[in-house]
């Protein structure tokens, strides 16, 4: 018998799961905007989302239109923004051309990324 699901922002959930970690699992969705929606809807995020009536999750459907505006969209504007300091020749952007960590973090020990690029790199040029 399958489990029931519970359709939620164009995305299917099992019923048992809860509101909160059914927000969250969506691409851009954090803590703090779970919290916002839950504030306006007036629910706790630890509620399943069976135990969620018509009215509330029509108004979280409303919600989610009005201020979520999906995956997609997010994710085409995080790649343009890393396009965008790739073709000024910023420092982070040449660090993300290379395929190094760009946020401080230490090459001599544990760079895991640059160990595979250097790996990948030998492979190829043989």
């Known amino acids: 018998m399958p489990t029931p699901t519970t359709n939620l922002l164009g995305q299917s959930f099992p019923s048992s799961t809860s509101l909160d970690h059914a927000l969250r699992s969506l691409y851009g969705i954090g803590h703090q905007s779970v919290q916002k929606y839950c504030a306006v809807l ?3 995020p630890t509620l399943p989302l069976s135990a969620l009536s ?3 999750s029509m108004q979280l459907t409303a919600l989610g239109e009005a201020l979520y505006p999906g995956a997609y969209a997010l ?21 993300h051309r ?3 960590p760009c946020r401080g973090q230490r090459t001599r020990s544990n760079a895991r990324t640059f160990r595979k690029t250097n790996l990948f790199r030998k ?3 043989k």
């Open 98 to 100: 290379s395929g190094l």
């Open 54 to 56: 018509k009215e509330h």
């Open 75 to 95: 994710k085409r504007a995080h790649f343009k923004n890393l396009q965008t300091l790739v073709e000024t020749s910023s420092y982070r952007g040449f660090r």
């Open 123 to 125: 492979k190829v040029s």
């Open 42 to 44: 007036g629910v706790l």
